[in-house]
Every structure is written in C-alpha cells, then in structure tokens.
C-alpha cells in the first residue's frame, strides 16, 4: 500500500518511523550470522524512495545514538522533535559531503537551506516528526519485516501496483507435493542447523549460497515460508531465540513459526491494494492455518501420507528429500521458463544487441541451476539419460513469424555480384554468413561468391558451376538452375541498393530464427524424459548457439583495432 501523503510505500515509511520512535527496532535489522560487530541487512539502496534511503543511511549506527545522547541530555524534551531535529542535522550532514564529490542533487539540497523556511526542508522536518510520533500506525516491534518486504520490493519488483515481490508462479501440483514439501521445511523448523546440509559455496557472488531456493517450490505459499526460514532477509534460523540454549526445542520451533506467519502476514498486508487474494488471505486468517500445519510438520508425529500411517520421515534426510521431491522435479519448469522468457522477450522488437544480453543472460542462469544442482545431494549424480532433444522445426500454422525474406535474399546477392569486394567493407555485409540465406541456391550463391575472387565472382558462368560444386561437395539435392540463372541476369540488367540495405536485415532474421529454433527445441526437451541436469547441458547448447548469432553482427561489424606497433606516438 502507498502513503499518498509521502509519495511512499508504506513498508519504507514504517521503517523509518519504527527506528525513529525506538532505537532498539535497529537491533532486529542486524545480521547475527556474521562476526566483526553488527552489520545490517537492511541497506539504503534497497529504498525506492531516494529520501528515504537517504534518512536511513544518516540514521545508521550514529544518528540513533544522538537522538539518545540529546534525550538523555533534555530528559523533558519530546522525543518526535528531538528526533526529527537529529537527523535533519544528520541529513545535510550527509548531503554536504555528497555535495563536495560533485553530487548535483545534494547540493541542491544544500542550497535550499541557504533559503529563509526553505519548503524543502522544512517539509522533511515535519515529516520526520510526523514518522516519529506514537500514533504512527506501525509496530516498532515488527520493524524487521517491514524491512523485509523492503528489501523484497528492491529485488524482485512486480508488475502489480503496491505488490511488494512475486517469489514464485504456480506449476502443475497436488496434495502429495505439498506434503513433501512440508516434510523438507518441518525438519528444519524441528532443528535449524539441518540448514547447513543445504548450504554450499557458489561461484557467483550474488547467488544465494543455498541450492535450494524458494522458486524450486510448486506452492507460491511454500515458497515463500522456505525464504523466510532460509534463504530471505532476516531468515527464521538466525533468530538468536533458533538456537537459543536457555529454550526447549519446541520454544524454538514457535519462535521461528511465529516469526513466520507474522512474515507472511506483512507480506499480504503489502500487497492487499492490489491482490484480491492477499485481502481474503488476511480475512480468513489464513495464516494462523499455515502456523498450525507448520506445528504439525516439524512434530515427530508428522505423517506426509493418510494412507500410509505407519509410514514417518527421517528428518536427517531433508536434503535428499528435497532433491529427490522439489529440485530435480522443479527444473523442466524452471528451463522452460528461462525459454519462454527468451521467446517472449528476444523476438518482439528487440534489438540484436538486447536479445544477446537476454541469451547470455538465460546461461547464466542455467550455469546457476547446474552449479546448485551438482551441489545437492543426487542421487543420479553421473546419469545420463538417451538424448530426447531432437530439434523439432517450428510449426508455422501457429501463426508463428517465419523470420525469412527471399526478395531481401535475391537483392543482396544480386548487389554483390555486381560488387562481390562489398563482402571485405566495414557495415553489416561484412557480417554476412551462409546461414543468413534460408534457400539452398542463395546460399550456394553467397558461399562461391565468397570463395571466387572478385572478378571471378562477376562472371556468371563460373559462379553458377562454383555453387553447383559446393552443393555437391556437401552432398546436398541438385540447386534450381532456373533460380541460378534467374539472379544471374538480374545481376546484369537490374540496379539495385548496395548489399549493406538488406544484409542487416538478413542478419536480424536469422538472430531471431536462430532463438525461435533454439525456444522451440528447449522447450519439447523439458517434455521429454531427461535427466534434469542433461536437460540443462543440452539447453545450454541451444542458447550458446543463438547467442553467438546475436553476438556476430557486433563482432565482426566494428573494425579492428590497429596493432600497437603501428600507432605513431604524439611527442610534445
């Protein structure tokens, strides 16, 4: 929800206030996992209000100490006031020393306090006192999952207004999956350090260093509860009441079950302006429910299946339960994903330049799967199932693009047979290759004319007899020669544009063919009876391929640099 008065999610302004109004919310936003003294979790970038980052940032660790030293001070003083005055002082404090490493903003702000009842600070003062006021509708106790959602908003934006995240996207899912996953979660909220059978050490320095993550969930409201007892901000198992020796092992159990339900509630109080389904969540008190099924799947009389009730879970085995009934199952889902995200995206109008960025970005996070896959406990680590990925050809009676232009084709070969030395020239024919040309006597055209020297290139007899030889060298059908023929004399009586009007044009189709191709293939592979880490080699393979296509226009259309011996050196 947003505070239109602040222009504001209501999660940030909660924040602030709960620090302002009680210096002590701070110490729920520390990271006790870590050593070298108190470190936050919460950080300013992760504000989308630029002041509000700002407020925080001068706030922690010292501005909260002056509110307290000036309190103490003027024990009669009202503490909305003082702490509004503090941080002010703390904020142009701060603005002062961007402004004197050239930040232009802050220097305007600065600037505005030179103004008499300069608007702009005196209205961040009034709203500062306004945040530290009692009557804030906030709970400083709650602080830390205000600064959840927070730090979930930063990171995983939506596309709903005043939702603060989108963990994950229903899949196909049944009863049995769901008691599965609940046998993962149970064993750890009965013993928190059984998390450490799911840690590991990624290569990538913003991976999350668990190879389970809450996306490998077929229940959004599973997933959501493993990120708040593992992997999120502020997870449950850091809690100091997790594994806190003076509390039974059931005190610890309701600590971090309350820790999240309370979680989950702040989440769908956050994105009940926008979720109908987040507002019924919060009237049927849906919550309390998920509580009480966590209670039950973290007690030693949990049973995952009615029909079997003599049958109980080993919880040591969490990590190959979730291997076995959550990772591997999640990773067709996951692939097919990463590609309709590539068929969605890369073949619109985005350029080629984006659509390599998105590729190259779906490898990454193939790599990222692999390394958290090959880091679990498998058990067909090694197994490589018969290859299932024959590469299907795209259905054009979908009404799918077919990402082919033959008179595009006929102009480009035309204009360099008119001028083959245009294939040697800076621009996009340069770029040109044989698989821009989708028929067979067009490509056998472009590869003699790239074989033959220019001249040679221009005679029409030994062109034709050139590309009819390479045909046969790849022991493809026999070329059109009424096709050949065709090109040749309008090579001699047509004038056209140079090849670089059409050759980018070629290269752009065969980017986007090459991707369509590369979707499709991945696609029909997760249907197929893979082992999921064969799955995720072979779509590798098929992005790698459509990546290179997206990447060679730019590779081979920028000139060299000159050699550096060849540089002349300026001399004063």
Do not use: C
């Given at each position: 929800?947003?505070?239109?008065?602040?222009?504001?999610?209501?999660?940030?302004?909660?924040v602030?206030?709960?620090?302002?109004?009680?210096?002590?919310?701070?110490?729920?936003?520390?990271d006790?996992?870590?050593?070298g003294?108190?470190?936050?979790?919460?950080?300013?970038?992760?504000?989308?209000?630029?002041?509000?980052?700002?407020?925080?940032?001068?706030?922690?660790?010292?501005?909260?100490?002056?509110?307290?030293?000036?309190?103490?001070?003027?024990?009669?003083?009202?503490?909305?006031?003082?702490?509004?005055?503090?941080?002010?002082?703390?904020?142009?404090?701060?603005?002062?020393e961007?402004?004197?490493?050239?930040d232009?903003?802050?220097?305007?702000?600065?600037?505005?306090?030179?103004?008499?009842?300069?608007?702009?600070?005196?209205?961040?003062?009034?709203?500062?006192?306004?945040?530290?006021?009692?009557?804030?509708?906030?709970?400083?106790?709650?602080?830390?999952?205000?600064?959840?959602?927070?730090?979930?908003?930063?990171?995983?934006?939506?596309?709903?207004?005043?939702?603060?995240?989108?963990?994950?996207?229903?899949?196909?899912?049944?009863?049995?999956?769901?008691?599965?996953?609940?046998?993962?979660?149970?064993?750890?909220?009965?013993?928190?350090?059984?998390?450490?059978?799911?840690?590991?050490?990624?290569?990538?320095?913003?991976?999350?260093?668990?190879?389970?993550?809450?996306?490998?969930?077929?229940?959004?409201?599973?997933?959501?509860?493993?990120?708040?007892?593992?992997?999120?901000?502020?997870?449950?198992?850091?809690l100091?009441?997790?594994?806190?020796?003076?509390?039974t092992?059931?005190?610890?159990?309701?600590?971090?079950?309350?820790?999240?339900?309370?979680?989950?509630?702040?989440?769908?109080?956050?994105?009940?302006?926008?979720?109908?389904?987040?507002?019924?969540?919060?009237?049927?008190?849906?919550?309390?429910s998920?509580?009480a099924?966590?209670?039950?799947?973290?007690?030693?009389?949990?049973?995952?299946?009615?029909?079997?009730?003599?049958?109980?879970?080993?919880?040591?085995?969490?990590?190959?339960?979730?291997?076995?009934?959550?990772?591997?199952?999640?990773?067709?889902?996951?692939?097919?994903?990463?590609?309709?995200?590539?068929?969605?995206?890369?073949?619109?109008?985005?350029?080629?330049?984006?659509?390599g960025?998105?590729?190259?970005?779906?490898?990454h996070?193939?790599?990222?799967?692999?390394?958290?896959?090959?880091?679990?406990?498998?058990?067909?680590?090694?197994?490589?199932?018969?290859?299932?990925?024959?590469?299907?050809?795209?259905?054009?009676?979908?009404?799918?693009?077919?990402?082919?232009?033959?008179?595009?084709?006929?102009?480009?070969?035309?204009?360099?047979?008119?001028?083959?030395?245009?294939?040697?020239?800076?621009?996009?024919?340069?770029?040109?290759?044989?698989?821009?040309?989708?028929?067979?006597?067009?490509?056998?055209?472009?590869?003699?004319?790239?074989?033959?020297?220019p001249?040679?290139?221009?005679?029409?007899?030994?062109l034709?007899?050139?590309?009819?030889?390479?045909?046969?060298?790849?022991?493809?059908?026999?070329?059109?020669?009424?096709?050949?023929?065709?090109?040749?004399?309008?090579?001699?009586t047509?004038?056209?544009?140079?090849?670089?009007?059409?050759?980018?044009?070629?290269?752009?189709?065969?980017?986007?063919?090459?991707?369509?191709?590369?979707?499709?293939?991945?696609?029909?592979?997760?249907?197929?009876?893979?082992?999921?880490?064969?799955?995720?080699?072979?779509?590798?393979?098929?992005?790698?391929?459509?990546?290179?296509?997206?990447?060679?226009?730019?590779q081979?259309?920028?000139?060299?640099?000159?050699?550096?011996?060849?540089?002349?050196?300026?001399?004063?």
């Amino acid at each position: 929800m947003n505070n239109a008065n602040f222009g504001a999610p209501q999660h940030e302004l909660n924040v602030l206030s709960s620090l302002l109004r009680d210096g002590s919310a701070a110490y729920q936003l520390v990271d006790w996992d870590r050593s070298g003294g108190p470190q936050y979790w919460l950080r300013p970038d992760h504000f989308q209000t630029t002041w509000l980052g700002d407020a925080y940032e001068a706030l922690l660790p010292n501005g909260l100490e002056d509110i307290e030293q000036r309190l103490q001070a003027y024990p009669e003083a009202d503490r909305a006031q003082v702490a509004a005055d503090v941080l002010t002082e703390k904020m142009m404090a701060l603005y002062q020393e961007r402004a004197a490493a050239g930040d232009a903003s802050a220097q305007w702000a600065v600037d505005q306090a030179y103004y008499t009842h300069s608007e702009f600070w005196t209205n961040l003062h009034g709203t500062l006192r306004q945040l530290a006021q009692p009557t804030w509708p906030a709970n400083p106790e709650h602080a830390r999952h205000d600064a959840y959602v927070t730090v979930r908003a930063a990171q995983h934006p939506s596309t709903i207004d005043n939702v603060p995240f989108e963990l994950a996207r229903p899949r196909g899912y049944d009863n049995d999956a769901r008691a599965r996953e609940l046998t993962v979660i149970g064993a750890i909220l009965s013993d928190p350090t059984r998390a450490q059978q799911f840690r590991y050490s990624p290569q990538s320095p913003d991976a999350a260093p668990y190879w389970l993550l809450p996306q490998d969930f077929g229940d959004p409201a599973a997933a959501e509860i493993w990120d708040a007892l593992v992997t999120g901000p502020d997870p449950a198992i850091a809690l100091p009441a997790a594994t806190g020796p003076h509390l039974t092992p059931q005190q610890r159990t309701a600590a971090m079950i309350q820790h999240i339900t309370t979680r989950l509630t702040y989440n769908d109080h956050h994105r009940s302006t926008g979720d109908p389904a987040a507002r019924a969540r919060l009237d049927t008190d849906v919550n309390q429910s998920i509580g009480a099924w966590l209670a039950y799947a973290s007690s030693p009389d949990f049973r995952p299946d009615p029909n079997a009730p003599h049958f109980r879970p080993n919880p040591d085995h969490a990590a190959r339960y979730a291997v076995t009934f959550i990772l591997e199952p999640s990773i067709p889902a996951a692939v097919e994903d990463l590609a309709g995200r590539v068929r969605d995206y890369g073949l619109s109008d985005a350029s080629l330049g984006q659509i390599g960025l998105e590729l190259s970005t779906t490898e990454h996070a193939l790599d990222l799967l692999a390394e958290r896959l090959d880091n679990a406990p498998r058990t067909l680590a090694g197994y490589t199932s018969p290859d299932h990925t024959a590469e299907p050809q795209p259905d054009q009676s979908q009404g799918q693009p077919a990402y082919t232009s033959l008179p595009t084709e006929r102009k480009v070969l035309i204009s360099l047979m008119q001028d083959p030395t245009q294939l040697h020239r800076d621009g996009p024919t340069r770029s040109l290759a044989e698989q821009d040309f989708t028929q067979p006597e067009h490509r056998y055209l472009f590869k003699a004319i790239q074989s033959l020297p220019p001249d040679a290139a221009q005679d029409r007899w030994l062109l034709n007899s050139q590309a009819q030889q390479l045909a046969r060298y790849d022991r493809t059908p026999p070329l059109d020669i009424q096709e050949l023929d065709s090109i040749g004399l309008a090579a001699r009586t047509l004038k056209v544009a140079p090849a670089d009007h059409g050759a980018g044009h070629l290269v752009t189709m065969t980017v986007r063919r090459t991707a369509r191709d590369a979707t499709t293939a991945v696609e029909a592979a997760t249907r197929g009876a893979l082992d999921p880490r064969a799955l995720i080699d072979q779509s590798r393979e098929q992005f790698q391929q459509a990546t290179r296509e997206a990447l060679r226009y730019h590779q081979q259309s920028v000139p060299e640099p000159a050699p550096y011996n060849t540089q002349k050196a300026q001399v004063a």
